[in-house]
């Protein structure tokens, strides 16, 4: 079935920093593709989507490719503040019977420190 | 508007016992989900409902867990008897349209003792 693969974490950087978070899925159609943030305490919050080949999703200085030569949707951002720190998920949406349904890649967790 | 709300919050409880989550979804949406979040991995959908009836449950353990959506609007989801590997937060969430964006409740966090 289809899958989603992310970098284990966790990633510290220095604020400022430049990010870049890697994700390849594994799919036999062709999926959108999401990141999602988990702030601490809160829940899953959508930050950025795209939904095909060669489309680009940005939102809050974060950006991330559709690449379906590499099946990959790696984040990136060029300068990370201390409110950054969260956990960041890969997912894809697949259809099936009609339905559709996201799955999650294992998160990856960043710290950002002044 | 008002998000998905899930309650309670924290829960633990010992092995054997049984529990249950409740989940209100936003306003008018027709699609819902619970999903299963064990530390360090990712969301992994347990139900799928779409108003009243299920879609999806492939990967709901039957054998323990049940949930229901009887009005098509709130959700409760329920674990008898519960095991030490149950432990892990558990996610609702809404959707209005195929297409667009699932909004996720806060969790409740389940330990099993």
């Known amino acids: 079935g289809d899958s989603v693969t992310q970098m284990e974490g966790p990633v510290t950087l220095s604020e400022e920093a430049f990010l870049t978070i890697n994700c390849t899925y594994t799919?036999?159609?062709?999926?959108?593709l999401f990141w999602y943030v988990q702030y601490p305490g809160e829940g899953l919050q959508l930050l950025l989507k795209a939904t095909k080949a060669d489309d680009k999703g940005s939102n809050k200085g974060f950006e991330a490719t559709y690449r379906k030569e590499t099946t990959s949707f790696h984040l990136e951002k060029g300068s990370v503040q201390v409110s950054d720190s969260a956990v960041y998920f890969c997912?894809?949406?697949?259809?099936?019977?009609?339905?559709?349904?996201?799955?999650f890649g294992a998160g990856t967790r960043l710290a950002v420190h002044p | 508007e008002a998000g998905v709300a899930q309650s309670p919050r924290y829960k633990i409880i010992e092995k054997r016992q049984s529990v249950a989550f409740w989940c209100n979804p936003i306003s008018g949406h027709a699609t819902l989900y619970w999903y299963q979040q064990i530390l360090g991995q990712g969301p992994k959908l347990l139900i799928q409902?779409?108003?009243?009836?299920?879609?999806?449950d492939s990967q709901l353990p039957k054998d323990r867990f049940s949930a229901e959506r009887l009005k098509g609007v709130d959700s409760t989801l329920k674990i008898q008897p519960a095991k030490l590997e149950d432990s892990a937060v558990y996610l609702c969430?809404?959707?209005?349209?195929?297409?667009?964006?699932?909004?996720f409740g806060n969790g409740t966090r389940l330990t099993v003792t």
């Open positions: 969430a809404s959707q209005d349209r195929n297409n667009s964006p699932l909004h």
């Open positions: 409902f779409q108003n009243n009836g299920v879609v999806d």
């Open positions: 997912a894809l949406r697949e259809f099936s019977g009609g339905y559709n349904k996201l799955i």
């Open positions: 799919a036999t159609g062709y999926p959108s």
